[in-house]
């Protein structure tokens, strides 16, 4: 059985004009497939372009040529609506800086992607509560950020980024602001995520968080320049 | 649709009320601009109705004419002191006729003149405004009788000794008992009294009942002829009419029949020893000045409501960019840029609509003390209060457009950077 794969790019190429004749290839051509419940870390030097490439595949910015199909669809040009409308429905992401909502509780910033789904009210807050219960924050609903440890916001965090059940969790960095003791509960959740069946893809420069996933993407200078598969457990 | 407005207007109270100082104050330019709008609306408009009330009182079908005692040159006030003191001036039987039977649309000429004397009954005695005049008064001037009734031209032709009394004035002269049909004293005839008049028209004003407004409130109506005949004050008065009122049959023939009056009287009288009142030609001239009131405070509106609309611009700007990180959040989990727009916009409506009735709180208190404490009159009209209500609205979305789509052109990624 061949299912179709989550995510399907070729000869992505990502520039940064600098004015005048400076161009700079962030993304010099990446091929890539990641098929539904893999696990895809990438790694790679500061400036090499994960950055850019998380980006792109979290549909936040458009590619300067290449084609992108995710989930089947062909998302490399659309307009800025429906680019909303696909990070909306489609992915979940957590940032090394955790990016909550200071105003709001915890409880309101699980349920910020929801706020922009209209069709998906119904039922929503016991959703809500029950990925608070699973993150292990369901006796701080109504703390805000500030009140809360960074392992903690990172949690809240990952809750947010399952409310509207996405097809893709990206991570940039996810562990980069913890300590090894927060950063192990963080890696654990996405463990289980991906035990579920979960597709994700991570950055990260630890190796030890690296090793967690199915396949490691080493880049170098806007390229893939080495793949390491692990062997299943 | 619904759901969602509720949605989006609870964010914005909810990020204003995060805010709750930065909120108030932004909101004070509309609140102080809404309420002076509608404080100084409510003024004018009070101005206007009491103009208005004067005139209707005075009748817009009505031409009035007053009797006015001519300027004379120092020396023949000099040298005929004591004739002067008996010489005659003012409106005429004369021109009454004339302008009664020669004009067309003129319905009645009616007159009145008055004097004060004093008025006896069996138990008491009070300084009184006596008031000569026709059978006509009731419908010239809308005065009614309360009880008995007004006296007719028959009993004015046969000069009848019956009168018509105020109703504080009867009060006081016959305290008990059935009034109609007694009688009163004035020097010393006997008058039957067959009418109190109804609080209303030109001598009922509510002024405290102290001193000379006293006398203007005892009033006794007199048939002309027979004040002419018996009170000595009308007899040997300087003028046969203080006032003269012509009743035109429709309004809109006031001004042809008061240009016609004032050829007559022009060729009646050698010296300006009479003056015309058209209360129609005063109304136009009180809508002409209650326009340009209306124009001078719609100004200041402007103005006051323009600064509150910068305010509001200004401090969205501010939090426009001291909230890019959350724009930027929201952005990447899926907010579109026009949610974004309507997230500012909400906000800023919210702040001025919520500025804009507290204004109008304000602005229907502040004539109520005006009121009470100046006796000036002011009337709140549901107008002003809408028109303030849409203003607002409108100063909440012109000045939060610009911020709003500032917030939302913002590129995720850098505001996510932030
Ligand atoms: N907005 C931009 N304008 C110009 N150049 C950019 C922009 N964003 C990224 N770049 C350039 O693209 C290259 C790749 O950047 P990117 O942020 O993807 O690196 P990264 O691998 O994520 O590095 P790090 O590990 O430090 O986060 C860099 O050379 C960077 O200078
Ligand atoms: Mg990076």
């Known amino acids: 059985m061949v299912t179709e794969p989550v995510i399907s790019i070729r000869s992505l190429r990502k520039g940064y004009f600098l004015g005048g004749e400076n161009e700079v290839m962030a993304l010099a051509g990446i091929d890539l497939d990641v098929a539904a419940g893999e696990y895809v870390a990438i790694m790679g030097p500061s400036g090499s372009g994960k950055s850019t490439l998380l980006n792109l595949l979290g549909c936040l910015d458009r590619p300067t040529s290449g084609s992108y199909y995710l989930g089947g669809d062909d998302v490399a040009l659309l307009d800025d609506d429906s680019l909303s409308e696909v990070r909306g429905h489609r992915l979940g992401f957590i940032f090394q800086a955790y990016n909550l909502i200071a105003q709001l509780t915890v409880i309101e910033n699980i349920e910020v992607p929801l706020f922009y789904q209209p069709d998906a009210t119904r039922g929503s807050s016991a959703r809500c509560l029950e990925l608070a219960a699973r993150v292990g924050l369901a006796d701080r609903l109504n703390h805000r950020p500030k009140q809360l440890s960074g392992g903690q916001q990172q949690r809240v965090a990952i809750a947010r980024a399952l409310v509207n059940d996405p097809l893709l969790i990206l991570a940039d960095e996810p562990t980069g602001n913890l300590d090894s003791s927060t950063e192990e509960d963080v890696l654990c959740l996405l463990d289980e995520l991906h035990a579920e069946g979960r597709t994700i893809i991570i950055v990260t420069h630890d190796e030890l968080v690296a090793n967690r996933a199915d396949r490691i993407l080493h880049m170098k200078d806007g390229r893939i320049a080495r793949i390491v598969h692990r062997p299943h457990s | ?344 916009l909400a906000e800023t409506t919210v702040i001025s609509l919520t500025g804009g009735l507290i204004g109008i709180l304000l602005g229907m208190v502040i004539p109520g003390l005006i009121s009470t404490l100046t006796k000036i009159p002011t009337v709140v009209t549901t107008g002003s209060v809408v028109l303030s209500v849409g203003i607002s609205l409108l100063i909440g979305i012109a000045f939060g457009i610009y911020p709003a789509r500032r917030a939302a052109s913002l590129d995720p990624i850098e505001a996510l950077r932030h």
Request: with cysteine; proline share 3%; glycine share 6%.
């Open chain 2, 1 to 344: 649709m619904l759901l969602q407005i509720h949605r989006i207007l609870s964010l914005g109270v909810k990020n204003l009320f995060l805010h709750k100082v930065r909120s108030v104050l932004t909101m004070l330019g509309i609140v102080f601009g809404v309420s002076s709008v509608i404080a100084m609306l409510a003024v004018g408009e009070g101005a206007a109705l009491k103009a208005r009330q004067e005139i209707t009182r005075l009748g817009s079908r009505n031409i009035i004419l007053d009797s006015v005692e001519p300027p004379q040159n120092a020396a023949s006030q000099q040298t005929q002191s004591s004739a002067a003191g008996r010489r005659k001036y003012g409106l005429t039987e004369m021109d009454r006729t004339r302008i009664a039977r020669t004009l067309p649309h003129v319905l009645i000429v009616h007159p009145e003149s008055t004097r004060t004397d004093e008025v006896t009954s069996a138990t008491s005695q009070h300084m009184a405004t006596l008031i000569a005049t026709g059978a006509d008064l009731p419908e010239v001037r809308q005065i009614e009788c309360e009880q008995g009734r007004f006296f007719t031209d028959l009993e004015v032709l046969r000069v009848a000794p019956v009168c018509v009394l105020s109703p504080s004035l009867s009060r006081k002269l016959i305290p008990f008992g059935e009034v109609i049909g007694k009688a009163v004293r004035i020097e010393a005839d006997y008058y039957t009294v067959i009418g109190i008049s109804r609080k209303a028209g030109q001598y009922h004003d509510d002024v405290p009942a102290t001193g000379k407004a006293e006398i203007t409130r005892n009033l006794v109506y007199l048939p002309v002829t027979t004040a002419r005949a018996r009170v000595s004050d009308f007899t040997f008065g300087r003028t046969q009419f203080d006032t003269l009122v012509v009743h035109v049959d429709d309004s809109s023939h006031v001004p042809e029949v008061a240009r016609n009056v004032e050829s007559i009287l022009l060729s009646l009288h050698r010296e300006k020893d009479y003056k015309m009142t058209v209360p129609l030609e005063l109304l136009a001239q009180a809508r002409r000045t209650q326009r340009l009131f209306n124009v001078i405070i719609g100004s200041i509106a402007a103005i006051s409501l323009l600064v509150g609309g910068i305010g509001i611009m200004n401090i969205m700007l501010a939090t426009v960019t001291e909230r890019t990180r959350e724009i930027g959040i929201r952005r990447a989990l899926g907010a579109k840029r026009r949610d974004i727009i309507w997230q500012f």
